[in-house]
């Protein structure tokens, strides 16, 4: 049973659960995976963030996952939501985003939630309600062999995460009695940024960028 100091109800949890996963096994069906490499992969993206945010940051217990059959079978259905998807012949690239959006930003919210219970202060469960929003998408992309895209210039992942955990953390410390809404408040900005900076090309720039020409110029 969730902790009774937790703020939002655990469906919150496994809607998070869920979209993150369909999402993982929306790429292990682009990549041929078989039903059990679907499977892992689901698990994988769908609880990454949640792991990490249970196991390293709170520590209050054991993980979410093996204390409510809920959330595991929120993975199990989204393995076959995939699977359905696929069998639909539907360009998988758009469903990917859209349901790795929603997740990021409701994964956001929760976990930023889970810290308040445990006592954290607001940027501390800002922290942790954005490694448990991209966790899962990190682990993902190590174990397909690509570049996380939390690490690489582009449009907006990790800021969208931070949006929606700061939004959350932020209408909560002001106003009392009003969680749910808030939580709908933060997702809906980490969601909207998110998709809005996929459909306008808002970018992130590197650190640090070298001129090609003033490369090639220099060797040899």
């Given at each position: 049973?969730?902790?009774?100091?937790?703020?939002?109800?655990?469906?919150?949890?496994?809607?998070?659960?869920?979209?993150?996963?369909?999402?993982?096994?929306?790429?292990?069906?682009?990549?041929?995976?078989?039903?059990?490499?679907?499977?892992?992969?689901?698990?994988?993206?769908?609880?990454?963030?949640?792991?990490?945010?249970?196991?390293?940051?709170?520590?209050t217990g054991p993980a979410a996952v093996v204390r409510?059959?809920?959330?595991?079978?929120?993975?199990?259905?989204?393995?076959?939501?995939?699977?359905?998807?696929?069998?639909?012949?539907?360009?998988?690239?758009?469903?990917?985003?859209?349901?790795?959006?929603?997740?990021?930003?409701?994964?956001?919210?929760?976990?930023?939630?889970?810290?308040?219970?445990?006592?954290?202060?607001?940027?501390?469960?800002?922290?942790?309600?954005?490694?448990?929003?991209?966790?899962?998408?990190?682990?993902?992309?190590?174990?397909?062999?690509?570049?996380?895209?939390?690490?690489?210039?582009?449009?907006?992942y990790g800021m969208a995460a931070v949006v929606a955990?700061?939004?959350?953390?932020?209408?909560?410390?002001?106003?009392?009695?009003?969680?749910?809404?808030?939580?709908?408040?933060?997702?809906?900005?980490?969601?909207?940024?998110?998709?809005?900076?996929?459909?306008?090309?808002?970018?992130?720039?590197?650190?640090?960028?070298?001129?090609?020409?003033?490369?090639?110029?220099?060797?040899?």
């Amino acid at each position: 049973m969730p902790d009774p100091c937790i703020q939002l109800p655990i469906e919150f949890d496994v809607l998070a659960t869920f979209v993150s996963a369909v999402a993982g096994a929306l790429v292990a069906v682009r990549r041929g995976y078989d039903y059990v490499g679907v499977f892992a992969l689901a698990f994988v993206t769908g609880l990454g963030g949640a792991l990490l945010r249970d196991g390293i940051f709170l520590q209050t217990g054991p993980a979410a996952v093996v204390r409510d059959s809920r959330i595991i079978l929120a993975v199990l259905a989204a393995t076959l939501v995939g699977a359905a998807i696929n069998q639909l012949g539907r360009r998988l690239t758009l469903f990917v985003l859209v349901f790795d959006a929603v997740g990021l930003g409701v994964y956001a919210v929760v976990g930023a939630d889970r810290s308040q219970a445990a006592g954290l202060g607001h940027l501390g469960a800002v922290l942790v309600g954005v490694v448990n929003a991209v966790g899962g998408g990190v682990l993902r992309d190590v174990l397909t062999r690509e570049e996380p895209v939390l690490f690489k210039p582009g449009q907006y992942y990790g800021m969208a995460a931070v949006v929606a955990a700061g939004v959350f953390v932020g209408l909560t410390a002001c106003v009392d009695g009003y969680e749910p809404l808030a939580a709908a408040a933060g997702a809906a900005a980490g969601i909207a940024m998110r998709l809005l900076a996929v459909r306008y090309d808002w970018k992130t720039r590197p650190l640090y960028w070298k001129d090609p020409k003033q490369h090639r110029g220099s060797v040899g």
